[in-house]
T-cell receptor
């Protein structure tokens, strides 16, 4: 089955620690995205990548970092510089180009809690 | 002012009711409009996709875009308890990133 997987489902972090959230897709999509979802705020874009070895900052990139070494994988690192990291993190992918390039498919999410 | 406004709800309706979910927006350059459904603790899934103005129907769901009023709607006919979820609108201009509404929580009681 084609889809997007995120791991872990739940993650607990102590203050001052960096953590990495995994995102893998087998949809052969070129573009991948990371969003953060907080109550009352909707989805906010952290980073996105259109092709391998290239990525751009979204609206709230401070305190986060990403890499795109493979088409299938787009891991997100939440660094200690992120002041309020407790949130639900969603990864998505989409084709790039064509009429419906932004038909984004989402993973199941990772809930990060800072203790 | 947010680019996309959406009432957070919750909107509570009895089973079988017609549901109307709405978003307003301020950027007249938005051309592509989407509705996503998100069940609790899950990722969103795309429900409807429309380009520019007009209606689009898919089963019990109808998406409507009124660009003159900067207003989009999602109608659900014969609502079911399984429709209970948060509904997110999303939109974009040209090749720019998607802008999401905050979501409306819908509760359909049996």
């Amino acid at each position: 089955d084609g889809g997007i997987t995120q791991s872990p489902k739940y993650l607990f972090r102590k203050e001052g620690q960096n953590v990495t959230l995994s995102c893998e897709q087998n949809l052969n999509h070129d573009a991948m995205y990371w969003y953060r979802q907080d109550p009352g705020q909707g989805l906010r874009l952290i980073y996105y990548s259109q092709i391998v070895n290239d990525f751009q900052k979204g609206d709230i990139a401070e305190g986060y970092s990403v890499s795109r070494e493979k088409k299938e994988s787009f891991p997100l690192t939440v660094t200690s510089a992120q002041k309020n990291p407790t949130a639900f993190y969603l990864c998505a992918s989409s084709p790039w180009g064509g009429e419906r390039f932004d038909e984004q498919f989402f993973g199941p999410g990772t809930r990060l809690t800072v203790l | 002012q947010k680019e996309v406004e959406q009432d957070p709800g919750p909107l509570s309706v009895p089973e079988g009711a017609i549901v109307s979910l709405n978003c307003t927006y301020s950027n007249s350059a938005f051309q592509y409009f989407m509705w996503y459904r998100q069940y609790s603790r899950k990722g969103p899934e795309l429900l409807m996709y429309t380009y520019s103005s007009g209606n689009k129907e898919d089963g019990r769901f109808t998406a409507q875009v009124d660009k003159s009023s900067k207003y989009i709607s999602l109608f659900i006919r014969d609502s079911q308890p399984s429709d209970s979820a948060t509904y997110l609108c999303a939109m974009r201009t040209g090749f720019q990133k998607l802008v999401f509404g905050t979501g409306t929580r819908l509760l359909v009681s049996p």
